[in-house]
């Protein structure tokens, strides 16, 4: 297969916030061309996109997966669910099993054990770490897991239903694990390369966090007891951010093999997926101190490129840092796109290959307008990236 990659850019500008904390509880910062920039972590939004999947129905539930430590009673309420006979501790003691032979290490959490009572059930045991699995393969551990109940420990010390166990695990990828992989320390052999590779969120310009100093009233207090109930801090900073994420569609494609049907072409899961990432990654939104700030904005402007060349980040372009010299930052970090995007692509791109789409809000985002097709609304920019693609899938290599 070509390699076919999709390049997803976005300027957008949040007001007074705290998405993405650091150790101290401030905003994330980086330096940057010399100088502080407010900065998002990856994992911040990807976490973020991942959860828009489901809270936007951008996909069904049997297409995303679950990343969790108590993988343990999630096999044991599938298992009760083929088996109504197979329940409590006898469900979780096959479903240990079970995940056990697909190569995952699980134990009982101390801390959970020494705080049972007594005449209580032991708690269930855990993954050692956040382990990822798909709908599917849960399913299939637990019919798996429920074929041999009889004599579970028997059943799998024969090789051939060990190495099923081992197999179930690594077939059948949701479209969360084909985007962003999976890493099992432990069974390497069933780890997922991701997909996507997303940059930190980075702020165009130069940024300094603050700290606001709030107080708390007790509704109780009477007029004769004065001050404050509490009193604290929480820091904050605003900002543009130059977002950036790189697909690789051919490795999604590998990922995902023939998707979740059997009589649908292989192009149909992918192109749902990339849809699916591209109006996530857009329009998805890190919730930290979201309730106290209620920072809901959306981006000012998304540039989307599908290459076959190799993924390119613009970054560069803000390297010296926007200044908002004219009053905001958009209408400038737009101007320096509109110049630097063409100069790398004709340094570096193929333009007989390169697709680029725009989607844009305002009078500040209009010198993008010239860099690629329009889209109106992110539904068009969607359905036009996700039909390209399966174009392109659809091209012998």
Known sequence: MNRIFLDVHALQTVPPSNLNRDDTGAPKTAVYGGVPRARVSSQAWKRATRTYFKDEHLLEPSELGVRTKKIVEAVAARITDLDPALTGEDALLIADETVKAAGLKTEVPKRKASAAK???????????????????????????AVDGAADITAF???????????QLADTHHSVDIALFGRMVADAADINV????????????????NESDYYTAVDDKNTDEETGAGMIGT??????????YAALGVHQLAANLGHGLREDEPRTEPVRRAVEAFVHGFIASL?????????????????????????????VAAFEDPVRGETGGYVREACERLAEYIPDIERAYGDETSTLTWVLRVGPNTHKLAGLGTESPTINDLVTAVGQAVAERLEKPA
């Open 118 to 144: 007594d005449g209580e059930p032991e708690p269930a045991p855990q993954a050692k770490y956040l382990v990822f699995l798909s709908s599917r393969q849960l399913d299939a551990l637990a019919r798996l």
């Open 156 to 166: 799998l010390k024969d090789k051939k239903n060990k190495d099923k166990a081992r």
């Open 193 to 208: 390369d991701a997909a996507v590779q997303v940059a930190h969120a980075l702020s165009v310009h130069r940024v300094e």
């Open 234 to 243: 929480v820091d904050f900073n605003s900002a543009t951010l130059y977002r």
């Open 286 to 314: 890190p919730t930290g101190k979201i309730n106290t700030f209620g920072n809901h904005t959306l981006p000012d402007a998304v540039i989307v490129k599908l290459r076959t060349t190799r993924p390119v980040s613009f």
